[in-house]
């Protein structure tokens, strides 16, 4: 059942590292960025920066809400995730049932 959200909206900008000149500073460029409030995410073969930085306008989107009233079967006591038991198994307990663990030693007792 999807519903309403308001979420802060985002601005990139993606850098071409490479075509800075062969005396521009990467170091210099990422830190004049970082002080104009653009954020790093990630740097791309080959040689492309790519900045976010929040727009400061609210963007909404639909968001899927879980059925209510759904208690969930299996917990991971070391994070605190859990699976109802409903649908696809949870990555994160498929992860765990591939490395050994028995899948009766996420569930929930009571």
């Known amino acids: 059942m999807p519903r309403r959200e308001g979420n802060m909206g985002w601005e990139y900008q993606e850098v071409d590292l490479s075509a800075l000149s062969p005396?521009?500073?990467?170091?210099?460029?990422?830190?004049?960025?970082?002080?104009?409030g653009w954020e790093l995410i990630t740097i791309r073969?080959?040689?492309?920066?790519?900045?976010?930085r929040p727009t400061g306008r609210e963007v909404e989107r639909e968001v899927e809400v879980s059925a209510p009233g759904i208690a969930p079967k299996y917990r991971d006591p070391e994070t605190g995730q859990?699976?109802?038991g409903r649908g696809r198994m949870a990555n994160w307990l498929a992860e765990k049932v591939r490395s050994g663990h028995r899948l009766e030693d996420f569930l929930i007792s009571g």
Do not use: M, Q, V, Y
């Not at 073969?45 to 976010?52: D, G």
């Open 23 to 36: 005396r521009g500073n990467e170091i210099d460029l990422l830190n004049r960025a970082g002080a104009d």
């Open 45 to 52: 073969p080959p040689a492309r920066a790519l900045f976010k």
């Open 82 to 84: 859990t699976w109802s």
